[in-house]
T-cell receptor
Framework: KQEVTQIPAALSVPEGENLVLNCSFT??????LQWFRQDPGKGLTSLLL?????REQTSGRLNASLDKSSGRSTLYIAASQPGDSATYLC???????????FGQGTTLQVKP | NAGVTQTPKFQVLKTGQSMTLQCAQD?????MSWYRQDPGMGLRLIHY???????DQGEVPNGYNVSRSTTEDFPLRLLSAAPSQTSVYFC???????????????FGAGSRLTVL
């Protein structure tokens, strides 16, 4: 059974710092991996999707990497801002569907 | 575009009552799904559908029922509410296949359910 783990559960950094969020999964036979952002009381917003054949994806200050063989993904946030404060979730899919297995998320606080 | 619309946003039920959470999308997405989010447990898949007339169970389907009579709508029914079903429920949709945007889920804003 696929399990997805995100460590740490919470992270607090000063504004301007570069930071890395970690995601690990137990079964390397994934189809894709996605990173989402969730603001308090809101739904999830997709940030990046990495296909299993890709090593990384970039969007603005965000860069997500994927190492299938080791079962790991990282989300790199450059020059963090208070507006980046949110919970970040990673999720993996085993097929060409929308069925995802989610990690528990990392709650990020960026202090001004 | 409205995206994915969920109603109601908040609901309080008594144990044993039944209700339906509504989900509608206007993006012509084939795939729709329901997740529940509980503290410390992330999101867990309840039911999903790959198209009108086709539904299947996810990780935690017990106590829930779904149907998909149209592409746009995917209601979630609680048959006899229990306190263990107190949670935040999210509906999500995506297109499938090899087209741009495939498998990128669009989520609704959530429905917070409390069962007393």
């Amino acid at each position: 059974k696929q399990e997805v783990t995100q460590i740490p559960a919470a992270l607090s950094v000063p504004e301007g710092e570069n930071l890395v969020l970690n995601c690990s999964f137990t079964d390397s036979a994934i189809y894709n991996l996605q990173w989402f952002r969730q603001d308090p009381g809101k739904g999830l917003t997709s940030l990046l999707l990495i296909q299993s054949s890709q090593r990384e994806q970039t969007s603005g200050r965000l860069n997500a990497s994927l190492d299938k063989s080791s079962g790991r993904s990282t989300l790199y946030i450059a020059a963090s801002q208070p507006g980046d404060s949110a919970t970040y979730l990673c999720a993996v899919s085993s097929g060409n569907t929308g069925k995802l297995i989610f990690g528990q998320g990392t709650t990020l606080q960026v202090k001004p | 575009n409205a995206g994915v619309t969920q109603t109601p946003k908040f609901q309080v039920l008594k144990t044993g009552q039944s209700m339906t959470l509504q989900c509608a999308q206007d993006m012509n997405h084939e795939y729709m799904s329901w997740y529940r989010q509980d503290p410390g447990m992330g999101l867990r898949l309840i039911h999903y559908s790959v198209g009108a007339g086709i539904t299947d169970q996810g990780e935690v389907p017990n106590g829930y029922n779904v149907s998909r009579s149209t592409t746009e709508d995917f209601p979630l029914r609680l048959l006899s509410a229990a306190p263990s079903q107190t949670s935040v429920y999210f509906c999500a949709s995506t297109r499938t296949g090899g087209r741009p945007g495939a498998n990128v889920l669009t989520f609704g804003a959530g429905s917070r359910l409390t069962v007393l």
